[in-house]
């Protein structure tokens, strides 16, 4: 039985777009098209779906208000959100609060966003089987376990970008897609093939890809990478680049893209933090105390950050002396790299 997929856009020509251009999965999926989320919520609570694809900014409700109504009941449905550059924190929110499968930004590549549709149902079979396997039996949860790895990369304040051997884009977490909002420096074309706004480096960037994606296929277990600088157009410092193989278990490797590798994207602009509240709760910080730790951490002097915090210098260095017994630290420098290693989510 074809697997049931639900497509909702409140924009007729994006739906009459993704009809054309997933046609060839009609035999495949049972496709349904629903040009609002109150007409799509109706429809799924009639029967429901086993994925469901939805843009995020809608007028009558958006995307993640209506999944939340869909969560409701209580189904094993695989949901996937399409959302433009400038909704990103969105996006976040919808993987944190729904449990959104997979996000992409648009506009999507028909055979990308299939992939992804794919991928959903595997996942939904994956856990159907948890259910109805015997206990005794050993799961298989390949699904949950890319599910669970989509997760952790979308945690990353480094960009992370999935790509096969012609440099072609299959995959990015939300830090690559807030690299490539800001057009500074890494580019996606119309064929998915990622570009640098200098030529010379989109060639060496390719050449790093073909050599990362051809130790795949001579060796699984080789640790070689290669790094390169990106320049920006707008000077601000260069991006740090890193194409690394990606290897995949053998029971989840397929020749469809063949050999794939992720680039690794750092942003020596953007320095990721941990917000103050979570800086309380990995070092058991009082608020006033994270609250200064912080403000140490962003690079202020310890009497810019009490005057940041709106409290005497006198005070401020008795909050640190007790920053210090309570992280086991004893400088100030110290207890910056400990922040800085810390976990910082995005």
């Not at 777009?17 to 040009?35: C, E, I, V």
């Not at 939300?174 to 064929?191: C, E, K, M």
């Not at 020596?268 to 800086?279: A, C, G, H, V, Y």
Request: with cysteine; charged share 25%; hydrophobic share 45%.
């Amino acid at each position: 039985m074809p697997s049931r997929v639900l497509f909702v856009d409140d924009e007729p020509r994006v739906l009459s777009g993704l009809k054309r251009s997933l046609r060839g999965y009609a035999q495949a999926w049972d496709m349904h098209f629903a040009q609002s989320p109150v007409a799509a919520l109706q429809e799924f609570l009639a029967e429901p779906f086993d994925v469901v694809v939805s843009d995020l900014a809608m007028l009558d409700m958006d995307g993640l208000s209506m999944i939340m109504e869909m969560r409701k009941a209580k189904t094993d449905t695989a949901f996937i959100m399409l959302t433009g550059t400038a909704d990103l924190r969105k996006a976040v929110d919808a993987i944190n609060q729904a449990e959104v499968f997979r996000f992409f930004t648009k506009p999507c590549n028909s055979a990308l966003l299939a992939e992804g549709v794919n991928a959903a149902i595997r996942d939904v079979l994956a856990r159907r089987k948890v259910v109805n396997d015997n206990p005794s039996e050993r799961p298989d949860i390949n699904g949950l376990s890319e599910a669970i790895g989509l997760a952790a990369l979308n945690r990353l304040a480094i960009g992370a970008f999935v790509v096969d051997a012609n440099a072609r884009v299959l995959l990015t977490n939300l830090s690559a897609g807030q690299i490539l909002a800001t057009q500074d420096g890494i580019f996606l074309g119309a064929d998915n093939v990622c570009r640098l706004s200098v030529k010379s480096d989109t060639d060496r960037l390719h050449h790093l890809i073909e050599r990362a994606t051809s130790q795949v296929q001579q060796a699984d277990d080789d640790d070689e990478t290669s790094g390169m600088p990106i320049v920006r157009p707008s000077l601000k410092r260069s991006y740090s680049a890193l194409a690394v193989p990606l290897s995949l278990p053998l029971d989840q490797k397929t020749d469809s893209h063949g050999p794939l590798a992720v680039i690794f994207v750092t942003d020596p602009e953007k320095q990721p933090l941990p917000s103050p509240e979570t800086m309380a709760r990995l070092f058991g910080l009082s608020p006033a105390e994270s609250r200064l730790a912080h403000a140490l951490a962003e690079g202020l002097r310890v009497e810019e950050a009490a005057e940041k915090c709106g409290i005497t210098l006198s005070t401020a260095r008795t909050y640190l002396k007790q920053a210090f017994v309570k992280t086991n630290t004893g400088r100030q420098s110290e207890l910056v790299k400990l922040v800085m290693t810390s976990p910082a989510l995005i």
